[in-house]
């Protein structure tokens, strides 16, 4: 019983030991100081990208609402938030076809540059005087693999997602993921890119990949102490329940013994 008791402490002991992890490893932003601004190399603006769906809408107002009719389409592609919308998919050139103007290359733009393309060439060619455009993002998605249940699927509704957000949206990280290891991928010009962001650092903040664009995965990794814990911790249940029989049946043995 003695050796029992002395397995269990130790057990225990090591099981907490194997649990640690300190400050420096999990906080966020550990570098950052309220009276200290983090200048931003870029804009946190999302651009289209091949296989993207968007929804563009062109408007009149007055004599001109007719006149807008033609560059919307009218067939019902999808759905947004519960409401039919009207979409263009991206092509893998980058490219969409769009009523009466063709097809028009928008890969690399904003949604905000695609409106103002469309506008202007709308008055150039004088099919409109002042036509009001707008272009949406149907399809934004974020994937998230390696949490606690498995993996996510966060779709942004506002068309931008920094690397902090999804975080939140993920509903932060526990204390045994690695932050030095959590991997953002993209396809650029047919090639999967990884890039590891660290969140403990503002240095994150200017970071290419820190602004998600669609379809970005967003990897994160465990400590390996974790799986040694979890290891460590089926084997020391496995002995456990092994030595609870052994001491049960070393009873049982000596209570027969001693009735003979």
């Given at each position: 019983?003695?050796?029992?008791?002395l397995?269990?402490?130790?057990s225990?002991?090591?099981?907490?030991?194997?649990?640690?992890?300190?400050?420096?490893?999990?906080?966020?932003?550990?570098?950052?100081?309220?009276?200290?601004?983090?200048?931003?190399?870029?804009?946190?603006?999302?651009?289209?990208?091949?296989?993207?769906?968007?929804?563009?809408?062109?408007?009149?107002?007055?004599?001109?609402?007719?006149?807008?009719?033609?560059?919307?389409?009218?067939?019902?592609?999808?759905?947004?938030?519960?409401?039919?919308?009207?979409?263009?998919?991206?092509?893998?050139?980058?490219?969409?076809?769009?009523?009466?103007?063709?097809?028009?290359?928008?890969?690399?733009?904003?949604?905000?540059?695609?409106?103002?393309?469309?506008?202007?060439?709308?008055?150039?060619?004088?099919?409109?005087?002042?036509?009001?455009?707008?272009?949406?993002?149907?399809?934004?998605?974020?994937?998230?693999?390696?949490?606690?249940?498995?993996?996510?699927?966060?779709?942004?509704?506002?068309?931008?997602?920094?690397?902090?957000?999804?975080?939140?949206?993920?509903?932060?990280l526990?204390?045994f993921?690695?932050?030095?290891?959590?991997?953002?991928?993209?396809?650029?010009?047919?090639?999967?890119?990884?890039?590891?962001?660290?969140?403990?650092?503002?240095?994150?903040f200017?970071?290419?990949?820190?602004?998600?664009?669609?379809?970005?995965?967003?990897?994160?990794?465990?400590?390996?102490r974790?799986?040694?814990?979890?290891?460590?911790?089926?084997?020391?249940?496995?002995?456990?329940?092994?030595?609870?029989?052994?001491?049960?049946?070393?009873?049982?043995?000596?209570?027969?013994?001693?009735?003979?």
């Amino acid at each position: 019983m003695k050796l029992h008791r002395l397995f269990i402490v130790v057990s225990c002991f090591l099981i907490a030991a194997s649990s640690c992890v300190t400050p420096k490893e999990v906080d966020y932003l550990q570098d950052i100081h309220p009276d200290r601004p983090i200048p931003l190399n870029s804009k946190f603006e999302a651009v289209i990208c091949p296989y993207d769906q968007l929804r563009i809408i062109v408007r009149g107002y007055g004599v001109e609402k007719e006149l807008a009719e033609p560059f919307n389409l009218t067939q019902v592609t999808g759905q947004l938030n519960n409401q039919n919308v009207t979409g263009y998919l991206v092509d893998v050139n980058g490219d969409i076809q769009f009523p009466t103007l063709g097809r028009i290359h928008v890969e690399g733009m904003t949604r905000i540059e695609l409106q103002d393309y469309i506008k202007n060439t709308l008055i150039s060619e004088k099919f409109m005087n002042n036509p009001m455009v707008d272009v949406r993002f149907t399809n934004f998605r974020v994937f998230v693999l390696g949490t606690a249940d498995g993996g996510k699927v966060l779709n942004i509704s506002n068309e931008r997602c920094t690397f902090l957000e999804a975080l939140a949206m993920m509903g932060g990280l526990n204390k045994f993921s690695k932050r030095d290891k959590i991997a953002v991928m993209r396809e650029i010009d047919g090639k999967m890119v990884t890039r590891y962001l660290d969140p403990r650092s503002s240095e994150v903040f200017n970071d290419p990949f820190f602004l998600l664009q669609q379809n970005d995965v967003i990897i994160t990794q465990s400590f390996r102490r974790v799986y040694a814990q979890e290891s460590l911790s089926t084997t020391l249940s496995v002995i456990s329940m092994v030595t609870s029989l052994v001491s049960a049946a070393s009873m049982v043995y000596l209570f027969i013994t001693t009735k003979q």
